[in-house]
C-alpha cells in the first residue's frame, strides 16, 4: 500500500492489498483479505469484503458495498449506490454465509447507478447496465440491459456508446468514434480485431 492514497477517515484493515496509484476516500472500509489492482478510485462510504478481487482502473462510486465472493475485473464502473449480494435468499434467522455465490464482472462493465446485481451472475465484457436495473440472470458481452428485471435493450461499443445493431439475428457495426468494428451473430456481438 505504499503508493496509493487513503484518506484518513478510512479503515483499511491489516492484510488488505492495494495496487499503486489506488485512491482510498473518505470513510472507506476495506477488509483485511481484500485484492485491490492499481490505479483504482473508492469513493466515499464504501465497502470492500474479505473474499473480494478487485482488477486495475476499477471506479467504484460512493456507497457501493463489494460483498465476498464478487469479482470486478480491469476496468469496471460501478456508478453511486449500486448494490451486489452474495445470498440468494437471505433470512436473519438462517445462516447461510457457507451459501455464498460468486459474481463475475467482466473487464470494462458498467454498473449504472442504484442498479441491483443478483449474486450468482456474470456481467459480460463492455456490458452496460442502466441506472435503476435489477440484474438477475446474466449480461452477454456489450449488451445493454436495463429495467427491472433488466432485459438487453441494445448493444454498446467498448467507448460507452450504443451501437446500430438489431436485438437479436446478425448484422455490423463501427463505432464512430474509435473506428472499431462489431460483429452480431445469432445474437452474440464480439469486437473484430484488427
Not at 99 to 116: F, H, I, K, P, W
Not at 142 to 151: E, K, S
Not at 152 to 162: L, N
Request: hydrophobic share 40%; with cysteine.
Amino acid at each position: 500500500m505504499d503508493e496509493c492514497r487513503i484518506h484518513p477517515t478510512a479503515i483499511v484493515d491489516e492484510g488488505a492489498r492495494i495496487g499503486a496509484g489506488s485512491r482510498i476516500w473518505h470513510w472507506v472500509h476495506v477488509c483485511g483479505g481484500a485484492v485491490i489492482g492499481r490505479d483504482c478510485s473508492l469513493g466515499q462510504n464504501v465497502f470492500i469484503g474479505n473474499r473480494v478481487r478487485i482488477g486495475n482502473n476499477v471506479k467504484i462510486q460512493n456507497n457501493v458495498s463489494v460483498y465476498d465472493n464478487v469479482t470486478l475485473e480491469d476496468d469496471v464502473f460501478c456508478g453511486p449506490s449500486m448494490v451486489f449480494t452474495n445470498v440468494y435468499n437471505p433470512r436473519s434467522a438462517v445462516s447461510r454465509k457457507d451459501e455464498y455465490r460468486d459474481t463475475l464482472v467482466r473487464q470494462g462493465a458498467t454498473l449504472g447507478a442504484n442498479c441491483t446485481v443478483v449474486c450468482g451472475i456474470t456481467v459480460g465484457r463492455h456490458a452496460f447496465v442502466a441506472a435503476g436495473a435489477v440484474v438477475n440472470r446474466d449480461v452477454p458481452a456489450f449488451a445493454l440491459v436495463a429495467g427491472v428485471p433488466a432485459r438487453r435493450i441494445g448493444w454498446m461499443s467498448r467507448y460507452g456508446e450504443r451501437l446500430p445493431l438489431p436485438l437479436e439475428g446478425d448484422g455490423e457495426a463501427v463505432c464512430e468514434h474509435t473506428g472499431d468494428r462489431y460483429l452480431l451473430r445469432d445474437g452474440i456481438c464480439t469486437l473484430q480485431e484488427s
